[in-house]
């Protein structure tokens, strides 16, 4: 029965793994091609709940979109303590994109869309961990958590990875909306 119960945990972690991977593709694609200031920040907080809707079902504690909402506002106040320079950037850009008439979208976007990546790893990673304890941040705390999770994670790693990917994606978005001769 361990046996069988590590199993489960394992497919449960690549599963959650996957359904984070899918949101941070979806949150830094829409951040970077959002000419809208400030209405990016409210998508991206709109796919953060949902994901962790998801995350809640693969760990078999299904949530509400009202308790997702509520745990999301708890990760990133935790994230804003520990990361306000990170999120202050964001805030910037996503006011950029409405000072410059959308101009700086083709400045910010990759970089937008890389930070609302890496957002979304934190919050999914802070969710699962949550989920994991039985919906519980532990005897430490949501700030030692999310602390715990943010010095666990390479962020040049993940940045390069989701500026690459969101780059990659923007370009195919180009090439594809082109008429062909």
Do not use: F
């Amino acid at each position: 029965s361990d046996q069988v119960g590590e199993r489960v945990a394992e497919v449960r972690r690549q599963l959650a793994t996957k359904v984070i991977r899918q949101y941070c593709i979806a949150k830094g694609v829409m951040v970077a091609l959002n000419p809208i200031p400030v209405a990016d920040l409210l998508a991206a907080a709109g796919l953060d709940a949902a994901m962790v809707v998801q995350l809640s079902r693969v760990y078999g504690l299904p949530l509400t979109r009202n308790e997702s909402g509520r745990l999301v506002v708890t990760i990133c106040a935790q994230l804003a303590a520990l990361m306000g320079a990170v999120w202050g950037m964001h805030l910037v850009a996503s006011a950029l994109k409405g000072l410059s008439g959308g101009l700086s979208v083709v400045v910010t976007a990759a970089a937008q869309g890389a930070l609302a990546w890496y957002a979304t790893v934190l919050i999914g990673r802070a969710a699962e961990s949550y989920l994991i304890k039985g919906k519980s941040w532990g005897e430490a705390g949501a700030k030692r958590a999310v602390a715990d999770i943010v010095a666990g994670l390479d962020r040049d790693s993940i940045l390069r990875e989701a500026r690459a990917e969101i780059l990659k994606r923007l370009k195919a978005g180009k090439s594809s909306s082109t008429p062909s001769t």
